[in-house]
Every structure is written in C-alpha cells, then in structure tokens.
C-alpha cells in the first residue's frame, strides 16, 4: 500500500491487485492469525492458521496457473539455507533450538504466499488488524477493571500489576499493541482512517501499552514516532501529523511526572540485560563466523532465560556474523524499498520490528513472529505485484489508475476514470 502527497496533502494509494478471484477471502484470511494471537487460547491456532493461509494460497494461485516470481524463488532458496545452517548442534534439541525454527520457519511460507501474485488488498488488511485489534483491546481494559477476565481469552496480570492480556508476557503483550499504533499511525497519515478513528484506535492501543509497563516497548513506540516526524516533515510537509504530536505532548506534559513514578516504581525490582549482553558476546566469540546454531544461548547461559532478548544478539550467537549480517541487510533492504514506493504504513511497521529487535526476540519466539511473518506477505505481494502490472503489464498509450479493485486501464482517448479509494 503506497502513499502519495497530491498537492501537498498525503492520500491513501490501496494495494495494486491482479484480477484474480477470491481476493476478499484471502484478505480476511490473511487477518486471521493475527487476531488469534490475542486469544489465551489462540497461540496454537494461530500458528496452524497462518501455515493454512501460506500453503493453502500458493496452492490455490499455482493450481490456476499464476507465475512464479523468479526473484521470490530466489529468496526462498536462501532463507531456506539462511534456517538450515543454524539448524545443529546441542542447543537445537537440548537448548529449544527446535522452537525457535519453528518460529522462523514460516518466513518460508510468506514467501511462497507472495510467489504467485496473490489477490489482497493491503489497505483492508490492515484496517481489519487495527479495528479488531482495538475491539479486543477495549475488551481487555474492560476485564481487567471489572476483574473478570475469561480463562480462554486473557490471563492475569504478571506478578498483579502487569497486563499480560492473551499473550505469553507482558513484554509481548505491550509490543503487540505498540505495532497497532504504529499501523493505525500510518494508515492516518496515508489518509486510509480519520483522525478520530485513529485516536480511538490508538487510545485503546495505548492503553494496553502502558499497561504492560515494558520499556522496550515504549522505547520503540518512541522510535516510531521519530520517525513519523521525520517522514511527515521531509516526504510531504505533513503539518496535521506535526502538530497532532505537539498537541499530544502538551495535554500529556502535566501528568508525565506522576506516570513516571508510577512506571518506576512498578518496575523498581525488575531485573537488567547487562549480562545477558555480556554472555551473549561471549559466546559469540567462541564462534564469531557461523554461530552455535538455534538454541546455543540456551546451552551455555547461566540466567535464567533461554534467549537473550534481543534478535541482534539471538542472530549473532546462533549463526555468527553471517547470521546477523543478512539479518540486517534483508531489513535494511525492506525498509529501504518501503520507504522509497512510498508505503509508510509497512515502513512504519517495520521500523518499530527493528526498534523492538532491540530488547525482544520477534523471529525466533513468541506470538508476535506470526503478525510479522503475515506482513512480510503482504509486503512481499505488494511488491511484486507492483513490478509486474506497473513496468510490464500495460500496453503503450495507455494509463494506469490505482483503486480499491485494482488497476484499470484507460484509453487515452477515453473517458478519465477516477479510482474509489486511491490516487489517479
């Protein structure tokens, strides 16, 4: 999904889309595992759900005769080599090196979704995420105030003050809802939602942020607000952006002195990550060019974690500096190309991924690697899609619009159609 400043005001581009059928269906099943992970009960079935959405749609578009994009076959050769060497060693079975590629190895999936040009509309995708994501959040203060949280939708609070919502800890809980404000940022900026739809979404959003009192989470929300900045202020001029930041900062000033006691003192007892950097540097260096493979930290740390809550740090000790390296130049690469079509909310998306990479393992664990590896399809799509009908799917003389249901082509000599939801 693309934005484009017309006349110095940001408008909503949604996604190029081939005219195959299903489209619809295979956005709201795109969705489908990231609203499950919100659910006590849903970690499992997310997982299911999104190798069901992965394989079940490259079957189907391979069924109908799409092509193969060569560059994502290409892709998929070297992710598939990128798993496999780490997958060795002590730590893979001994260390819970075997949860860890299960967590990454639907990358794999993603990128076979993404091969054949799938029909999904980019900009429904993620406003479904956002608006069911807050209606889950408002479900979830809802509880907590009233004390009645059902088993197979939230736990209770980590150690009684903490949110942990439906997911495995507070930390993760917090940077999932920090990802929906960062969506529903973007989806404002690109003029996809209203600006009182957006403060709703992400005071909902918010909420369950600071409820989860995690640093690292607030750290990246700050990261992604930067950013935003930045992108508003050089891309586009976007002053409603800047100045809704500013307003913010002048109706939230009063009560930060009050918030960060609060803050500090929820977490007064809480432990640092000095020697979880430390242990994972050192053994780093018992194997600086290939790593230990999935799971080594586990194998030789003595805390007590089993991963170094940090993906840099996962990556530099499980496949050394080849690991990392193509960690960060594949994320560099997609910031890189978000940035420049112009597709900010993925952008934005990725930015706070990378922020939070920082202090959580968002690859190799947890929840939030399922909404990851669901975007990245997309993205991927997006891409794809965008190189084939944009530079070689149209004839010379004609135009191109860009709407809700995809391309159309107009004759010069014809009538200029105007797209529903894009720009022309």
Not at 42 to 54: L, M, Q, R, T
Not at 182 to 187: D, E, K, M, N, T
Not at 248 to 261: E, G, M, R, T, W
Not at 282 to 304: H, L
Request: hydrophobic share 50%; glycine share 12%; with cysteine.
């Amino acid at each position: 999904m693309g934005c484009s400043p017309p006349h110095g005001a940001w408008r909503g581009r949604a996604l190029v889309e081939t005219r195959m059928s299903g489209g619809r269906l295979w956005t709201v099943l795109l969705v489908l595992p990231a609203f499950l992970v919100q659910f006590a009960g849903g970690k499992s079935a997310a997982y299911i759900a999104v190798w069901a959405v992965f394989l079940c749609g490259f079957i189907a578009h391979a069924f109908k005769g799409s092509i193969i994009n060569k560059s994502l076959s290409a892709l998929f050769l070297v992710s598939a080599l990128f798993i496999a060497y780490q997958l060795r060693g002590d730590g893979f079975i001994y260390g819970g090196g075997w949860i860890d590629a299960m967590y990454t190895i639907p990358v794999l999936g993603a990128i076979l979704f993404a091969a054949t040009y799938p029909n999904v509309n980019g900009v429904l995708v993620f406003k479904f995420l956002v608006f069911g994501s807050s209606v889950i959040a408002a479900i979830c203060i809802y509880s907590h105030f009233v004390q009645a949280m059902p088993e197979w939708m939230f736990y209770p609070p980590y150690a009684g003050t903490r949110w942990v919502g439906g997911f495995d800890g507070p930390n993760e809980f917090s940077q999932f809802y920090a990802l929906m404000v960062g969506i529903a940022l973007g989806l404002f900026m690109c003029g996809q939602i209203k600006a009182p739809t957006f403060l709703l979404a992400s005071a909902l959003c918010g909420a369950c942020v600071w409820f989860g009192y995690s640093r690292g989470a607030l750290m990246s929300l700050a990261i992604t607000f930067v950013a935003t900045a930045g992108v508003a202020l050089v891309q586009a001029r976007q002053w409603r952006v800047l100045s809704l930041f500013v307003l913010a900062c002048v109706i939230s000033a009063p009560f930060f002195d009050d918030a960060l006691s609060v803050f500090t003192e929820i977490r007064r007892n809480s432990s640092g990550r000095d020697d979880l950097v430390l242990l994972a540097l050192s053994a780093f260096q018992s194997a600086p060019i290939v790593g230990g493979g999935f799971g080594y930290f586990n194998i030789i740390s003595t805390a007590d974690t089993t991963t170094p809550h940090s993906d840099y740090l996962y990556f530099l000790v499980s496949g050394g500096i080849i690991a990392i390296a193509s960690l960060i130049l594949a994320g560099g690469y997609i910031l890189y190309l978000t940035y420049r079509r112009k597709m900010y909310v993925e952008f934005l998306f990725f930015v706070m991924m990378a922020a939070h990479a920082l202090t959580f393992n968002n690859v190799v664990r947890g929840r939030v690697s399922i909404v990851l590896w669901v975007v990245l399809a997309l993205v991927l799509a997006e891409l794809v899609k965008g190189k084939r009908l944009g530079l070689q799917g149209q004839d010379a003389g004609s135009k191109v619009t860009f709407g809700w249901t995809g391309p159309r082509t107009v004759s010069p000599r014809g009538p200029r159609l105007k797209s529903r939801g894009g720009v022309d």
